[in-house]
């Protein structure tokens, strides 16, 4: 029983640590732009081909 006095606030620490790393991210914009990474590699770069 006192492992789990010990435990749980750790992992309630965790979680709210994780949480608020993911509304930092968001704040900054990290997830701004979900679909252009996707489609950015199926662009050709012409500058490649030249070399």
Do not use: S
């Not at 029983?1 to 704040?27: D, S």
């Not at 679909?35 to 081909?49: Q, V």
């Amino acid at each position: 029983m006192n492992g789990l006095a010990l435990l749980i606030p750790v992992a309630l620490g965790m979680g709210g640590l994780g949480l608020a790393a993911f509304f930092w991210a968001l704040k900054r914009g990290q997830f701004d732009d979900l679909d252009g990474a996707a489609a950015r590699i199926l662009i050709d770069d012409e500058e490649d081909d030249a070399a």
